[in-house]
C-alpha cells in the first residue's frame, strides 16, 4: 500500500503481515509498504522446502524482482530480522538502510517456549495441546492476560495467535524447521558478530521493547558494540512487540530515520575492501581458542588456495 520510497516488512517466527496492521497504514502515507506472509507462515504456502535465513532472502529477493523494486529499506522483526541481516548481506545493493526490531542473531539468548520447538516430539505435542476445546480456553485466557497490562503478560495476545496458528500442522512443521536452522538447545546459532563491520557501508536503526520477555533487551547493546555507528532506540513500556505496544512512537522513530539518512549506495569496491580487511570480534563475542579482537577473516575466511 501507499507510494513513495519502498519499506519492505518482515514479520517475525509463527506470525504473518498482520503484525504490522497498527503502522502499515501511517507508513503507507510516506511509503509504499510491503509486507508479505514469509514461506510457512499466514496465507503463503507450507512446503517441505528451504527454510534458512538464507532461502528467506532469496525469497525476498524474487519477491521485490517479480514487483518491479530496485532496492528498499528492509524492516524485520524478531526472526525477520535476522532475514533483513540476511538480506542486506546477500544483497547489498538491493537494500538501502536497516531496521531491526527486537531482533533475533545478535546474541544467543531466546525464550525456553522458542529452544522447545527444537525438541524431539514437540510436532505431536502441539497436536494435543491444539485440539479445539483446550486451544479456545488457553488462547482465551493469554489473551485476557494481555489485558491485564502486566510486564511479563503484554506479549500474550500475540503468542495466542501464534499457538492458534499451530491447529494447522503444515504450520507447525514449518515452524519447527525454522527454528531448527537458528536455534539449538543452546540458544541462537546464527548470529551477525562476524557480519556487523559491513554495516559501515549501510544506515541500520535498531529498536527494542525495554520489557521484552523473548529476546532480551540487552541484545540492543550488543548491536551497539557490533556496529557502533548504528541508531540505537529503546522503547519504554513495550514488550516484544514495540510496533503493536506503541505504534505511533513507531512509526516516528522509521521515519525519522529514514529522513535523516541517505539511502546506501552499493561500492563493489568499498565492498569488497570491507570483506577483504574482516572484522575485529569483540573480547566478549570471540569463541574458544581465538585471541580477542582477532580479525574474522583470519578464522574463518575461506581459502582461496
Known amino acids: 500500500m501507499g507510494s513513495g520510497p519502498v519499506v519492505l516488512l518482515l514479520h517475525g517466527l509463527g506470525c504473518d503481515h498482520t503484525t504490522w496492521a497498527p503502522v502499515m497504514e501511517s507508513l503507507a502515507r510516506t511509503h509504499t509498504v510491503i509486507a508479505p506472509d514469509l514461506l510457512g507462515h499466514g496465507a503463503s504456502d507450507k512446503p517441505r522446502a528451504d527454510y534458512s535465513v538464507g532461502g528467506y532472502a532469496n525469497g525476498m529477493r524474487d519477491l521485490l524482482t517479480v514487483l518491479g523494486v530496485d532496492s528498499a529499506t528492509v524492516v524485520g522483526h524478531s526472526f525477520g530480522g535476522g532475514v533483513a541481516m540476511q538480506f542486506a548481506y546477500q544483497y547489498p545493493e538491493r537494500t538501502e538502510r536497516l531496521v531491526l526490531v527486537g531482533s533475533g542473531g545478535l546474541g544467543p539468548d531466546v525464550s525456553p517456549a522458542i529452544r522447545a520447538i527444537t525438541t524431539p516430539g514437540f510436532h505431536q505435542l502441539m497436536g494435543v495441546l491444539t485440539a479445539p476445546g483446550l486451544r479456545h480456553v488457553t488462547t482465551a485466557t493469554m489473551r485476557l492476560l494481555a489485558r491485564s497490562r502486566m510486564?511479563?503478560?503484554?506479549?500474550?495476545?500475540?503468542?495466542?495467535?501464534?499457538?492458534?496458528?499451530?491447529?494447522?500442522?503444515?504450520?507447525?512443521?514449518?515452524?519447527?524447521?525454522?527454528?531448527?536452522?537458528?536455534?539449538?538447545?543452546?540458544?541462537?546459532?546464527?548470529?551477525?558478530?562476524?557480519?556487523?563491520?559491513?554495516?559501515?557501508?549501510?544506515?541500520?536503526?535498531?529498536?527494542?521493547?525495554?520489557?521484552?520477555?523473548?529476546?532480551?533487551?540487552?541484545?540492543?547493546?550488543?548491536?551497539?558494540?557490533?556496529?557502533?555507528?548504528?541508531?540505537?532506540?529503546?522503547?519504554?513500556?513495550?514488550?516484544?512487540?514495540?510496533?503493536?505496544?506503541?505504534?505511533?512512537?513507531?512509526?516516528?522513530?522509521?521515519?525519522?530515520?529514514?529522513?535523516?539518512?541517505?539511502?546506501?549506495?552499493?561500492?563493489?569496491?568499498?565492498?569488497?575492501?570491507?570483506?577483504?580487511?574482516?572484522?575485529?570480534?569483540?573480547?566478549?563475542?570471540?569463541?574458544?581458542?581465538?585471541?580477542?579482537?582477532?580479525?574474522?577473516?583470519?578464522?574463518?575466511?575461506?581459502?582461496?588456495?
Open 151 to 305: 510486564p511479563q503478560a503484554r506479549d500474550l495476545g500475540e503468542v495466542a495467535d501464534i499457538y492458534d496458528s499451530f491447529k494447522d500442522p503444515r504450520t507447525r512443521a514449518a515452524i519447527r524447521h525454522v527454528v531448527r536452522a537458528v536455534v539449538d538447545w543452546r540458544g541462537q546459532i546464527v548470529t551477525m558478530s562476524d557480519r556487523a563491520y559491513l554495516t559501515e557501508a549501510m544506515p541500520m536503526c535498531v529498536i527494542w521493547g525495554a520489557d521484552d520477555m523473548v529476546i532480551p533487551v540487552s541484545h540492543a547493546s550488543n548491536a551497539s558494540a557490533l556496529a557502533p555507528s548504528a541508531r540505537i532506540e529503546v522503547v519504554p513500556n513495550a514488550g516484544h512487540f514495540p510496533h503493536r505496544d506503541h505504534p505511533e512512537r513507531f512509526v516516528k522513530i522509521v521515519r525519522d530515520f529514514m529522513r535523516s539518512t541517505d539511502p546506501s549506495r552499493y561500492d563493489r569496491e568499498r565492498w569488497r575492501q570491507l570483506l577483504d580487511d574482516g572484522a575485529r570480534v569483540p573480547p566478549v563475542q570471540a569463541e574458544a581458542g581465538e585471541s580477542p579482537l582477532a580479525p574474522v577473516h583470519s578464522v574463518r575466511r575461506a581459502s582461496s588456495a
